[in-house]
């Protein structure tokens, strides 16, 4: 049974920096992402790594965040910038058995975290 745990979830104020951890349980994945869903919102893709360190990032995110996969270690990071307001979320690690695509489409990822929560005030 593959287990995600994520850590480094945090309160912070607008313009900090955050970095969430995820560490896996076993590494036979295509890829790892980063979800996240805030409050009424639905849960949206934010970053994706893959093979030889390809990356995917939403187009909120782009140029704040950077994803990571430490593969001996089986932990993937999401070092985040810049921090704003509607960061605020719940975010998620998932793999995937598929390569990253630009859509993020959660049904191809079989295996998900708990999640860890991120709020960012003003």
């Known amino acids: 049974q593959v287990q995600l745990v994520e850590s480094g979830g945090d309160s912070v104020q607008a313009g900090g920096s955050l970095t969430l951890s995820c560490a896996a349980s076993?590494?036979?994945?295509?890829?790892m992402a980063w979800f996240r869903q805030a409050p009424w919102k639905q849960r949206e893709g934010v970053a994706c790594i893959g093979g030889i360190s390809s990356t995917r990032y939403a187009n909120s995110v782009r140029g704040r965040f950077t994803i990571s996969r430490n593969y001996a270690k089986n932990i993937l990071d999401l070092q985040m910038n810049s921090l704003e307001v509607e960061d605020t979320a719940m975010y998620y690690c998932?793999?995937?058995?598929?390569?990253?695509?630009?859509?993020?489409?959660?049904?191809?990822?079989?295996?998900w975290g708990q999640g860890t929560q991120v709020t960012v005030s003003s």
């Open positions: 076993a590494y036979t994945f295509s890829s």
């Open positions: 998932a793999a995937s058995p598929f390569a990253c695509n630009s859509y993020f489409d959660p049904t191809r990822y079989t295996y």
